[in-house]
């Protein structure tokens, strides 16, 4: 036991109960100290993201003791014959990255809305990546609504090199979690921030994406000044498992400011005499497509 070292550090990549931790001074594999698997647990016990204590043995290889509490998490659920169960995509984000392309492929404004209704509810700063400006005459007719609730959307291009600046100091120093529909650009826009990077973390994509049967790796990306990043598929299927259609109006910003002005308190916000929502609507202050995708996703619908 006295050769034993203790650190703390940051899970940055996971893979079959195997766990890379960076301590600042060089990368440990780890696994989990068997007193942490003791009882059921209801999701993953240590995850992509966690800070974490560990020791190091005198042969190198590590030992996870204990799992700071998380600040927040990307969570999926993962039904499973014994119950449901927890699968966290990653652990303490500082922001969420969402790469749309403003065309090929045209923007799914609904999905987005998803999205930012998710990070919403885990608190979590969300950053919009509108790609592709060069294809389209003014990106800022459809990103710049988002502009308007007071979403940072930032706008690139590869070809011409816009915003691609802006966006490696966005990324600069915090844990990203990217995400954004198949043919946005993500890996041409890493790639293009920092040589090798987009290649890298679509490696780790595509294996994700093969099936459930492929062994499933979770990986951050370090990025050259601190920072990292990681590709989070799985977006499209996080299930807003633990919402209710009455708590939906909190995670829109440009709703839920209105709402204590509603008549009655438990307003839906679709028919009812006294509705502020409503009413900002009729005035041109709430956008008509965000409205619309309130009322989905307060009914259960993509």
């Known amino acids: 036991m006295t050769n034993e070292i203790q650190k703390q550090g940051l899970i940055i990549k996971a893979q079959s109960g195997f766990f890379t931790v960076d301590t600042g001074e060089g990368l440990v594999i780890c696994q989990l100290r068997g007193k942490l698997k003791r009882g059921r647990a209801i999701g993953d016990i240590a995850a992509l993201g966690d800070h974490v204590q560990i ?21 999926r659920l993962d039904p499973r014959p014994q119950g449901e169960y927890q699968q966290i995509l990653l652990a303490n984000a500082d922001q969420a990255v969402f790469v749309f392309a403003c065309a090929n492929p045209n923007p799914k404004l609904r999905m987005l809305d998803r999205f930012l209704v998710i990070t919403e509810k885990q608190k979590i700063p969300a950053v919009i990546i509108a790609n592709k400006i060069d294809l389209v005459e003014n990106a800022k007719e459809v990103f710049g609504l988002y502009e308007s609730i007071g979403y940072r959307v930032i706008y690139t291009s590869t070809k011409t090199g816009a915003g691609l600046d802006e966006m490696k100091a966005q990324l600069q120093n915090k844990i990203n979690a990217l995400a954004g529909p198949s043919g946005v650009g993500k890996s041409s826009l890493l790639n293009a921030i920092q040589d090798g990077l987009g290649l890298a973390v679509n490696e780790i994509s595509t294996a994700m994406n093969k099936g459930r049967h492929t062994t499933v790796t979770r990986q951050l990306f370090a990025l050259n000044g601190g920072g990292y990043v990681a590709d989070t598929p799985g977006w499209k299927s996080l299930a807003l498992w633990d919402t209710s259609a009455e708590e939906m109006d909190a995670y829109f910003p440009e709703l839920r400011d ?6 009655f308190s438990d307003c839906t916000h679709k028919h009812e005499p006294g509705c502020a929502v409503l009413a900002a609507l009729k005035a041109g202050t709430i956008h008509p497509e965000r409205y619309d995708s309130y009322l989905r996703l307060r009914a259960g619908q993509e």
């Open 55 to 75: 020791t190091i043995g005198a042969d190198g290889s590590g030992a996870i003791e204990t799992v700071d509490e998380r600040k927040q998490a990307i969570v």
């Open 258 to 263: 209105l709402v204590p002005n509603c008549q």
